[in-house]
C-alpha cells in the first residue's frame, strides 16, 4: 500500500531466498537417497481415494488458478512500468518480450518445484519417518523437526515458513484483487494508491481478513490448504480450457495466437487435469 509497484516486486523476489532455507533442511533431513530419487521417478501409485486426492491436490499447487491471474496481473504491471503497448498492438516487440516471460516462467517453476521436492524430502524422511502424521499448523511442523533433525533444522524450517507466509499473502490477495477487478470491469493495480484503487484493495483487506479469521473460528488451517489445493486441482481444468480457447482466438490475440506445438502441449496439460478431476470423482474423496 505504502510502495511503489517496481519496489514491492523487488522486494517479492529478493524474499522468494529465504524458500532455500527448506532446500538446507534437507542435508540435516539424514534423507535416505538412493530410494528417495527413485520413488521421485517411478512413483508407487496406489489406488484409492486418499490417493487420488492427494494427487490432484499437488496439481492444484503446481497449476493453480490464482497463478493465472497473478502473472497475467504482473505482466500488465510491468508494460504500465515501462510505458510499452500491449503485444497485440505491437506485434514485433513480441520476440524478445515472449522470450523474457518464457525464461522467467520456466525459471520460477523450476525454483518451486525444487523447493517442494526439498519440503516433501525432509518432512518424509524426519515427522513421517518417526511417525508424526497429525500436524494441524505450521509451528508444530517446525517444533516437531527440533528432536529429531536438531535446533539447526528446526531453525531454517521456521525460517522458511515466515518467508512463504510473507510470499503467499500478498501474491494470493493481489491475485484475488485482479481477478475481481477484472470481471466487475474496474481498474485495479498494485501501483495505485488505494483511494484509487478501493475495490482492488478492499478485495486484498477481506481476503487477509478472511485468511485471518481461520485462526479464531477453530479451522484446522493445514488441512484447509490441503483442500484448498484440491479444489485449485479441480477448477484448473475449466480454466484452463477457457484459456486454450481465448489464446488461439485471432480476435483476441491478433497474430500473437498460440502456434500448433505449444497448443498441443496446453490441450495435453488441460487433459491431464480434467481425467485427474474425474478420477478424484469417481475414487470419492478422501485426506
Known amino acids: 500500500m505504502f510502495v511503489s509497484y517496481p519496489r514491492y516486486s523487488a522486494i517479492l523476489k529478493w524474499t522468494t531466498l529465504s524458500l532455500f532455507s527448506y532446500v ?7 534423507v535416505p537417497w538412493p530410494r528417495a530419487l527413485e520413488a521421485l521417478v517411478i512413483p508407487e501409485l496406489r489406488w484409492n481415494a486418499a490417493y487420488v486426492t492427494a494427487i490432484v491436490a499437488v496439481l492444484g499447487t503446481t497449476i493453480s488458478p490464482y497463478l493465472f491471474f497473478w502473472q497475467a496481473g504482473q505482466e500488465v504491471e510491468e508494460e504500465h512500468r515501462h510505458h510499452a503497448k500491449p503485444l497485440c498492438i505491437t506485434p514485433r516487440e513480441a520476440v524478445p518480450e515472449l522470450a523474457r516471460i518464457r525464461t522467467d516462467t520456466i525459471t520460477g517453476m523450476t525454483f518451486s518445484n525444487v523447493v517442494s521436492i526439498a519440503i516433501v524430502f525432509a518432512t518424509a524422511a524426519t515427522l513421517n519417518a518417526h511417525g ?20 539447526f533444522a528446526f531453525a531454517l524450517f521456521a525460517l522458511g515458513i515466515i518467508g512463504t507466509g510473507m510470499l503467499a499473502v500478498p501474491v494470493l490477495a493481489g491475485s484475488a484483487a485482479y481477478a475481481v477487478t477484472e470481471i466487475v470491469g474496474v481498474a ?18 477481506v481476503t487477509v481478513l478472511a485468511g485471518t479469521a481461520i485462526n479464531y473460528v477453530g479451522i484446522d488451517p493445514i488441512r484447509a490448504l490441503y483442500w484448498a489445493a484440491v479444489i485449485n486441482g479441480v477448477l484448473a ?11 488461439r482466438n485471432p480476435r483476441a490475440m491478433g497474430r500473437l495466437t498460440l502456434p ?11 487433459l491431464v487435469m ?10 470419492g474423496f478422501q485426506v
Not at 485495479?188 to 483487506?205: D, E, H, Q
Open 188 to 205: 485495479g493495480s498494485l501501483n495505485a494508491k488505494p483511494i484509487k484503487a478501493r475495490l482492488f484493495y478492499a478485495t486484498i483487506a
Open 274 to 283: 480434467f481425467a485427474a478431476a474425474i478420477v478424484f470423482f469417481a475414487f
Open 24 to 30: 538446507a533442511v534437507v542435508a540435516f533431513a539424514q
Open 260 to 270: 500448433p506445438r505449444a497448443t498441443v502441449m496446453g490441450w495435453c496439460a488441460t
Open 132 to 151: 508424526v502424521t497429525g500436524i494441524a499448523t505450521s509451528a508444530q511442523a517446525a517444533e516437531a523437526l527440533r528432536p529429531i533433525a536438531g535446533q
Open 237 to 247: 481444468a475449466p480454466l484452463m480450457v477457457t484459456m486454450m480457447l481465448i489464446v
